[in-house]
């Protein structure tokens, strides 16, 4: 049985109030192999998340 829909039911019912965004602890990255911390450099990013149910994309017309 997929459970998959029913996490995306429960996803949409959230507020933002529901969600605690944290980095990963340094002792959680200390404890992952070497070869899963190599580009570590490269891991974190500040973007937006987007919900493409609510926002259409659209192609530019050149």
Known sequence: MHVLKDFRDALDFMTKDHFNWEPY???????LPDYYRMGQGIWRV????????VVKARKRHW
Do not use: G, K
């Open 25 to 31: 602890s340094d002792d959680l990255i200390e404890s």
């Open 46 to 53: 500040n973007a937006p998340i987007f919900c493409w149910d």
